[in-house]
C-alpha cells in the first residue's frame, strides 16, 4: 500500500469514527475526505474482495440486504454499504469499516447508483453485476430507460469476464448483446396466456424490429414473459424462476422459487422480484436453497424506508419510499389488499435527491385505491399542494382529506388518525426528515441503516 493510500485511508477512518462518536454519524463524508486525499483510493480498498455489483430503478437497497443476509449464512466476511449510501463516497465509506481478517473468502455486496457503476467498476473488479429492473425514474438526472441502460453498459464493458445476473422479465436487458456470462431470473408462476401491456408503459418495443411486444405472462409494468409476434426475439431460458405464488398480503409473501418454498415477511410483488434476485445470487456462491429460505424468511429485515414499520403511541405505521411511476404504482397496489381499514398519508418532496420533476405522481393509479374503507388521507411535504391536487383528482372524499406541510403538524395529525394501520407513501427526503423527526421524539433511533 502507497503512502498516499495509506494516508487517505486513516483519515477516512478517523472522520469515521469521530462522527459515530460525537455526531450523528455520516456515510459520505469520510468517502469525500479519503478520496480527496487519493481518488483511486478504491482500488486498494477492494483488492482483496470478490465484488458483487447491485444496481437497477427499484429494489437496489432490499436486494443488497436480503443478499448479505443470504450469503452470511455460509461466509463469515461479507461487507455491505447497508445505509443504502450507493454513490462512489459511500461504497468507499463501506470500506473504511472494514474489519481486518486472515482467513476465509472475503465479499463485497454493493448497492451502487445506476450513473455511478462504470466510476466503481473503474476500480473494483466484480464478480458480479446483478441488474433489477430499469424504470423510468428521475429524467434530470438520468434520462429516459435505454440512457440508463447505458450507463449501467459503461460499467459492464469494463469487467466483460464478470458474471451478470439480470431479471430476465426485463426485455432491455436483453436488448445488448454482452460477452459476460449471463444468469436470469424471473417469474414463470401462472398459466400463459395472449396479453399486452397497458399503453402507457415503458420499454414495449422490440429492440430488433421495434414492433410492440406481447405477453404470455404479465406481472406489472413491462415485466413478464414478454415476445416480439414479427421475429425472433423473446424472453430467455429463466435459471430461477418464481414457480408459484401462493399468497400476498401487505405486510407478507408466500410463494416457491424453482419449487422451493419460500416466505418474506414484507409485501408486493416488486419485493418478491428482490428475493429473487437474492436467490439466484446466493446459488451462484453455493448458498443452499434451504440456508436462503431460512434467511429470507427471517423476520426481524428493517430497511430504510422499506415498508418499515414503527410503531407510534397505538398506531402502527408503515414508511414506504415512493420515488418514480411504476415504484408508486406497485405501493398502491400492494397497499389496497390490506382487508383492514387504513389511513394513508403522501408526503412529496422534489429536492435533487428526489427528482425536482414531480409530474410522476400523476402516472400513480390512486384512482384505484378503496377509498370507501380508508377514512383518513393525508398530503403532505414540501410540494404538499401538488399531491394534494393529485389525491383530489382521484376522488379523495373532502371529509377524509388532511393537508399539512410541515412534518410536525403532520405527525400530529397521524397520532389522530381513526385507524391503528396507516401507510405513509413518502419520497426519499421527505422520509429523511420524518425518521429524523420520529428520532427526536423517541420512537426510532437515528440513523438509516
Not at 36 to 59: C, F, K, M, R
Not at 312 to 328: A, C, M, Q, S, W
Request: proline share 5%.
Amino acid at each position: 500500500m502507497s503512502l498516499k493510500s495509506s494516508t487517505a485511508i486513516a483519515a477516512g477512518r478517523f472522520s469515521y469514527w469521530f462522527l459515530h462518536n460525537f455526531r450523528h454519524g455520516g456515510t459520505a463524508l469520510p468517502g469525500k475526505i479519503t478520496l480527496a486525499l487519493d481518488p483511486d483510493v478504491l482500488q486498494t480498498l477492494a483488492q482483496h474482495y470478490e465484488v458483487a455489483i447491485i444496481t437497477g430503478t427499484n429494489g437496489k437497497t432490499l436486494t443488497t440486504a436480503l443478499t448479505v443476509k443470504v450469503l452470511r449464512t455460509t461466509y463469515q466476511h461479507v461487507l455491505t454499504n447497508p445505509s443504502g449510501s450507493n454513490m462512489k463516497q459511500g461504497i468507499v465509506t463501506a470500506f473504511l469499516t472494514a474489519q481486518k481478517t486472515k482467513s476465509g473468502k472475503q465479499l463485497a455486496v454493493l448497492e451502487t447508483d445506476e450513473a455511478n457503476v462504470a466510476l466503481v467498476t473503474r476500480y473494483v473488479h466484480p464478480k458480479l453485476f446483478v441488474l433489477t429492473n430499469i424504470f423510468r425514474d428521475q429524467l434530470d438526472r438520468y434520462g429516459e430507460i435505454y440512457t440508463t441502460y447505458k450507463k449501467i453498459l459503461a460499467g459492464i464493458k469494463l469487467a466483460p469476464q464478470a458474471t451478470v445476473i439480470a431479471n430476465g422479465d426485463a426485455p432491455i436487458f436483453n436488448s445488448v448483446k454482452l460477452p459476460n456470462p449471463i444468469i436470469y431470473y424471473g417469474f414463470d408462476a401462472v398459466k400463459d396466456k395472449e396479453q399486452q401491456a397497458l399503453p402507457n408503459t415503458d420499454g414495449l418495443l422490440c429492440p430488433q424490429c421495434q414492433h410492440i411486444l406481447r405477453y404470455k405472462q404479465l406481472t406489472y409494468s413491462n415485466l413478464g414473459k414478454y415476445y416480439c409476434p414479427n421475429c425472433d426475439f423473446k424472453r430467455p431460458e429463466l435459471a430461477y424462476a418464481v414457480t408459484k405464488l401462493i399468497a400476498q398480503t401487505p405486510q407478507s409473501s408466500t410463494f416457491e422459487i424453482n419449487d422451493q418454498p419460500m416466505a418474506l415477511h414484507i409485501g408486493g410483488t416488486y419485493n418478491i422480484y428482490n428475493a429473487l434476485a437474492a436467490y439466484s445470487i446466493g446459488r451462484f456462491f453455493q448458498v443452499s436453497p434451504a440456508k436462503i429460505a431460512t434467511a429470507l424468511g427471517d423476520k426481524d429485515e428493517k430497511i430504510f424506508g422499506r415498508q418499515e414499520v414503527i410503531k407510534v403511541d397505538d398506531k402502527e405505521v408503515t414508511l414506504i419510499l415512493v420515488k418514480n411511476p411504476v415504484g408508486l404504482d406497485q405501493v398502491l397496489e400492494m397497499i389496497k389488499t390490506d382487508p383492514q381499514e387504513f389511513s394513508l398519508a403522501v408526503l412529496l418532496n422534489a429536492n435533487y435527491a428526489d427528482g425536482i420533476d414531480t409530474s410522476w405522481i400523476w402516472d400513480g393509479r390512486f384512482e384505484n385505491l378503496p377509498f370507501a374503507r380508508i377514512p383518513a388521507v393525508l398530503a403532505g411535504g414540501e410540494r404538499y399542494r401538488d399531491i394534494a391536487f393529485r389525491l383530489e383528482v382521484a376522488g379523495v372524499p373532502a371529509n377524509t382529506f388532511t393537508k399539512r406541510e410541515n412534518l410536525e403538524a403532520v405527525l400530529t395529525a397521524v397520532k389522530q388518525m381513526p385507524t391503528r394501520r396507516v401507510y405513509i407513501l413518502a419520497t426519499y427526503t421527505a422520509v429523511l426528515q420524518l425518521r429524523k423527526l420520529l428520532a427526536s421524539q423517541g420512537y426510532i433511533k437515528e440513523g438509516m441503516a
